[in-house]
């Protein structure tokens, strides 16, 4: 594990909800009074964006990925911890959880952001890539967040978060399972948000439209809609943290995005005229 600075010198109070979250862990608590943030695709787009808002708004973060040196650059000027991981792997949600907890001793904010994209006909997507699809985009994110959440739980306080995207709410002509994996997990994120009412740990899904990122060079294909106009990852991140500092349910950015679900909700046979349109 990689870090960029350090707190070694700071020795504050035991923080008592720290304290029995490690305690849920057989972890000894953090040496810090900070806030500890886990943010998964931390290494380019929105994770990145999202990790560098946190640690100017004073979070100790753990940072995860795929790629080292790009998470060092987004660490850069912080005392984030550097925790590559694949996400894909046997055990990759596990092995990190357990990093996580071991490096600060407690997590208050998951923000699970690592995903991929695969654009085409449903047609002719190879098996594996379905697969590849759903694990990354859906499967990952519920094993890590269930690895996270006794600890959270244990202390009485806590939030997860969840990048979804406005093609899991609407559904997107040749993203078929793409569309299903955020579909799945935003109602994973409603689901979840009922068994954990009354134990402090809160639930929010982020559901952001087209980003300028590289996620669509990653997929093979470029975003050639439109409407809607895609918005910055820098955006995204500014909307994450509003939803953590007030705690949000949902967040859309930008949020006329409720409107289309509206109308499928309202006017489902209206709503496929559009798409059939426009989509």
Avoid: C
Wanted: hydrophobic fraction near 45%.
């Amino acid at each position: 594990m990689t870090t960029t600075g350090s707190d070694s010198t700071y020795d504050p109070p035991a923080d008592p909800a720290a304290s029995a979250a490690a305690a849920a862990v057989g972890r000894t608590p953090p040496r810090t009074d900070r806030r500890v943030a886990l943010v998964t695709g931390a290494s380019s787009g929105i994770g990145a964006a999202t990790a560098r808002r946190f640690a100017a708004g004073g979070w100790h973060l753990l940072l995860s990925g795929r790629d080292r040196r790009r998470l060092e650059e987004t660490a850069s000027g912080t005392s984030a911890v550097l925790l590559p991981a694949d996400l894909a792997a046997p055990d990759g949600a596990k092995m990190l959880a357990e990093a996580a907890l071991r490096e600060a001793g407690r997590i208050d904010l998951l923000i699970a952001g690592a995903g991929i994209g695969w654009a085409g006909p449903f047609l002719t997507m190879p098996h594996t890539d379905i697969d590849r699809v759903l694990f990354l985009d859906l499967n990952a994110s519920l094993h890590l967040v269930r690895e996270v959440l006794p600890a959270m739980v244990a202390a009485g306080s806590g939030r997860v978060v969840l990048v979804g995207s406005v093609a899991g709410a609407v559904g997107v002509r040749e993203e078929a399972v793409y569309s299903a994996a955020k579909a799945g997990l935003a109602a994973f994120a409603e689901a979840l948000r009922q068994e954990l009412r009354g134990t402090g740990v809160g639930v929010t899904l982020v559901v952001p439209g087209p980003v300028e990122t590289g996620f669509f060079t990653r997929r093979g294909r470029p975003y050639h809609r439109s409407h809607p106009r895609p918005t910055s990852a820098g955006r995204v991140a500014a909307a994450v943290w509003d939803a953590v500092s007030e705690a949000r349910d949902d967040m859309y950015i930008p949020s006329w995005l409720t409107l289309p679900s509206r109308v499928r909700a309202l006017t489902p046979g209206l709503y496929r005229r559009l798409l059939d349109r426009f989509g």
